[in-house]
């Protein structure tokens, strides 16, 4: 089991940028493909990005695309997600998840096995 710690999240108005950070603890982090995702308010989870280990393929929701990256640094077992250009509706708990590669989707929250705690994003207009 991987222990996911979540930081970064915080108040900021359209237009803006943050930095969220997942530290990663319990297990090696190696092979790990590292997931976020969002849930907004009254909204289910819903699949933001999503980085493999090796290559560090990247994949983004639509409504994401272009505006935020995910990276990670595997020397520090931690994975980012710069978000920019900040919308209302992106306005959400942000989660980070890892999961071993499977055949399951990677947008699929449930094909997920460790989750973090969950980080505020509010993004005011």
């Known amino acids: 089991q991987v222990q996911l710690v979540e930081s970064g999240g915080g108040l900021v108005q359209a237009g803006g940028s943050l930095k969220l950070s997942c530290a990663a603890s319990?297990?090696?982090?190696?092979?790990?493909?590292m997931g976020w995702f969002r849930q907004g308010p009254g909204k289910e989870r819903e699949f933001v990005a999503r980085?493999?280990?090796?290559?560090?393929?990247?994949y983004y929701a639509d409504s994401v695309k272009g505006r935020f990256t995910i990276s990670r640094d595997n020397a520090k077992n931690t994975v980012y997600l710069q978000m920019n250009s900040l919308k209302p509706e992106d306005t959400a708990v942000y989660y980070c998840?890892?999961?071993?590669?499977?055949?399951?989707?990677?947008?699929?929250?449930?094909?997920?096995?460790?989750w973090g705690q969950g980080t505020q994003v509010t993004v005011s207009s």
């Open positions: 998840a890892a999961r071993l590669p499977s055949g399951r989707s990677g947008s699929d929250a449930a094909s997920y096995d460790d």
């Open positions: 319990g297990r090696t982090f190696s092979g790990y493909t």
């Open positions: 980085i493999k280990w090796s290559p560090s393929w990247t």
